[in-house]
């Protein structure tokens, strides 16, 4: 797995539920904002029709960044390497 800071406009996923925002894990945002020198995430959710339902500040233990390109041989063989140790 990639160990990359998220960055601004990353897409990111919630790893963990937030009730009191109504969010669930696996709910997908966009990094909108840098807060904190960097160490808290404002992202905002939106609907399928692109209108924003909330927004709030992540750790970044609470998101991981969604990639939608090919990655390089190294992280692809580092994760395949992780995987079959641990299985």
Known sequence: ????????LD???L??????????RSQVGTIVELLADGTVFEV????SNGQKYVSVGLLPEQI??????????????DSVVFEVEFS
Do not use: C, G, R
Request: charged letters at 20%.
């Open 11 to 13: 897409v990111v996923a």
């Open 64 to 77: 991981m960044v969604l990639h939608f390109e090919s990655i390089s041989s190294n992280l692809v063989l």
């Open 15 to 24: 790893t963990v539920d937030i009730p009191e925002y109504k969010l669930l």
């Open 44 to 47: 905002e959710f939106s609907d």
């Open 1 to 8: 797995m990639s160990n990359s800071q998220p960055k601004l």
